[in-house]
């Protein structure tokens, strides 16, 4: 059974940074792609960050590119996402995702096989 545990958000003022990490069990993640997306209530769930299976490759949205800093840890087989100069706009729940089937659509989020429960991050101004 695949789990996608994601903790580290919460709540930073303008400026900050965070690092949101998602671990996970049931699927080795230096197999396959990993992604993350953030979804503000009420809208739909946008692509944030991804990273290939071989880490060889990241790609980034424009609103984050510059700030946000995803990778991979094989050994703990955790991914994370750093997240720098946060900006009000950047308050959503992050969601990692794994691309066990790639299709070639990595910015779409049914691309994506599994995924975790959510996390919350608030940015104040």
């Known amino acids: 059974q695949v789990q996608l545990v994601e903790s580290g958000g919460g709540l930073v003022q303008a400026g900050g940074s965070l690092r949101l990490s998602c671990a996970a069990s049931?699927?080795?993640?230096?197999?396959?792609?990993m992604a993350w997306f953030r979804q503000d209530p009420g809208k739909e769930r946008a692509f944030v960050a991804r990273?290939?299976?071989?880490?060889?490759?990241?790609n980034y949205a424009d609103s984050v590119k510059g700030r946000f800093t995803i990778s991979r840890d094989n050994a703990k087989n955790t991914v994370y996402l750093y997240m720098n100069s946060l900006k009000p706009e950047d308050t959503a729940t992050y969601y990692c995702?794994?691309?066990?089937?790639?299709?070639?659509?990595?910015?779409?989020?049914?691309?994506?096989?599994?995924w975790g429960q959510g996390i919350q991050v608030i940015v104040s101004s």
């Open positions: 995702a794994a691309d066990t089937v790639p299709r070639g659509y990595y910015s779409v989020r049914g691309e994506y096989e599994y």
């Open positions: 049931g699927l080795t993640v230096s197999r396959y792609a």
């Open positions: 990273i290939t299976w071989s880490g060889g490759n990241t």
